[in-house]
C-alpha cells in the first residue's frame, strides 16, 4: 500500500520551533518531487515549500521564506520541513504530497499522493 504520513506536528508558542517528516511506505521517494501544503480552517490548500527529486533545487512561499527549510534523505525515503521562528499565522493543518518527476509549479492541483496531514498550532 502507498502511503504517506506526516508527523511532527503540535502547539508551539510564537518564536518556537517544529520539525516536520513526511515518510512514504510502499514506494520510494526518489524519484518524485515533494511538497509541502498547509490549510487552516476556512481557507484554501496553499503551498508552503517545494523540492525537486535531487534536493538541489527549493521553492518557498513568501511568508515562509527565512524561517522554514525543506529537505530530504531519499536514503531514509522521508522529507523534512523545518519550521522556525513560528507565527499564530503558520497556524494550519500540514500537509505533504508527492509529483513524480519534474516539478512545474508548487501548487496543490500539480501534485497527486497525499498524506493525512498534521496539525501544527502557534499560540501562546
Known amino acids: 500500500q502507498l502511503q504517506l504520513v506526516e508527523s511532527g506536528g503540535g502547539l508551539v508558542q510564537p518564536g518556537g520551533f517544529l520539525r516536520l517528516s513526511c515518510a512514504a511506505s510502499?514506494?520510494?521517494?526518489?524519484?518524485?518531487?515533494i511538497g509541502w501544503f498547509r490549510q487552516a480552517p476556512g481557507n484554501e490548500r496553499d503551498g508552503v515549500s517545494c523540492?525537486?527529486?535531487?534536493?538541489?533545487?527549493?521553492a518557498y512561499t513568501n511568508s515562509v521564506k527565512g524561517r522554514f527549510t525543506i529537505s530530504r534523505n531519499n536514503a531514509k525515503n522521508t522529507v523534512y520541513l523545518q519550521m522556525k521562528t513560528l507565527k499564530p499565522e503558520d497556524t494550519a493543518v500540514y500537509y505533504c504530497?508527492?509529483?513524480?518527476?519534474?516539478?512545474?509549479?508548487?501548487?496543490?492541483?500539480?501534485?497527486?499522493?497525499w498524506g493525512q496531514g498534521t496539525q501544527v498550532t502557534v499560540s501562546s
Open positions: 504530497a508527492t509529483k513524480f518527476g519534474l516539478l512545474g509549479l508548487c501548487v496543490p492541483g500539480e501534485f497527486g499522493s
Open positions: 523540492i525537486i527529486v535531487s534536493g538541489g533545487s527549493t
Open positions: 510502499g514506494f520510494t521517494l526518489d524519484s518524485y518531487a
